[in-house]
């Protein structure tokens, strides 16, 4: 039984037989290997095209700024599944991803949609000023939380969104998406009545939309980043294991209270 609308039976991402693979049109062995690093790879997958020099660096910088934030809750579903799995690499790494949602790693992406709104309202003739002021106060009136913004650690500043807008600004690349992130910031604090630090999934998303990224798939950039984070972590729970401590610990630390 076929479920959904139907689309049209053909692929354009890979096709082999026994001498050749061949990938969005190119020849896997002598046109992308050896040619292509991982993170342009990566591009060209996504977009059918391969990256500019800009793309393929702020890509690449924005993999690196995201893979890696310590023992987070992803990082810790996957260390406690590979210590209950030891023989299941495979399944501590989706335990991991699969905790991408809006408010762990996921929030690149809602960012990206509140930016796509604003540049689509000036882009209609409003003030990009008016704009984020009045995004910020519905969103607050609302009793909304603005995506890309707040940290439990970072704060005032996230030392990734500085340098990456440090380099933005040296590279030359910041477009609609990164003033307006940067508006964003002073309508926030207004709305909030107080400073909110601007976390790494802000710049993550202007800074891809900027570069011509497709917002659909910017979700991708922080699960790609982070999968490489968690086999670093299984890498070490290998040698040196603590997941059954971390559940050790998470038992300890919650009361039992049948009444609730």
């Known amino acids: 039984m076929l479920i959904g609308k139907a689309g049209p039976a053909v692929s354009g991402i890979c096709t082999s037989d026994p001498k050749h693979i061949e990938i969005r049109g190119k020849n896997l062995a002598n046109e992308i290997m050896g040619h292509y690093g991982f993170t342009e790879f990566f591009f060209f ?3 059918g095209n391969k990256p500019s020099e800009q793309q393929r660096f702020f890509l690449d910088l924005l993999l690196v700024a995201i ?8 990082a810790q579903a996957a260390r406690m599944t590979l210590a209950a799995a030891p023989d299941s690499l495979q399944s501590a790494v989706a335990a991991g ?6 408010v762990v790693l996921g929030t690149a992406e809602l ?4 930016l796509a709104e604003a ?3 000036v882009e209609n003739g409003e003030e990009p000023d008016a704009v984020v002021n009045d995004i910020a106060t519905r969103t607050r009136r609302a009793g909304g939380k603005m995506p890309g913004f707040g940290h439990p650690i970072h704060h005032p500043v996230d030392p990734r969104t500085e340098r990456i807008f440090e380099l933005v600004e040296q590279h030359r690349v910041g477009g609609r998406h990164v003033d307006l992130l940067k508006r ?5 604090a207004s709305a909030w009545g107080r400073p909110m630090p601007l ?6 998303a202007a800074v891809l939309l900027d570069l011509n990224f497709p917002p659909a798939m910017i979700k991708a950039v922080p699960i790609l980043a982070r999968t490489a984070g968690l086999l670093g972590h299984l890498a070490e729970e290998q040698k040196h294991p603590i997941g059954f401590l971390l ?10 209270d049948p009444t609730i």
């Open 45 to 47: 997958l996504v977009t």
């Open 184 to 188: 964003l910031r002073g309508a926030v």
């Open 247 to 256: 559940a050790h610990h998470a038992e300890e630390a919650i009361a039992y």
């Open 199 to 204: 976390n790494v999934s802000g710049p993550i």
């Open 67 to 74: 893979a890696e934030h310590g023992l987070t809750p992803t």
């Open 97 to 102: 991803i699969l905790g991408c949602g809006t």
């Open 111 to 114: 960012c990206a949609k509140v």
């Open 119 to 121: 540049a689509s309202r």
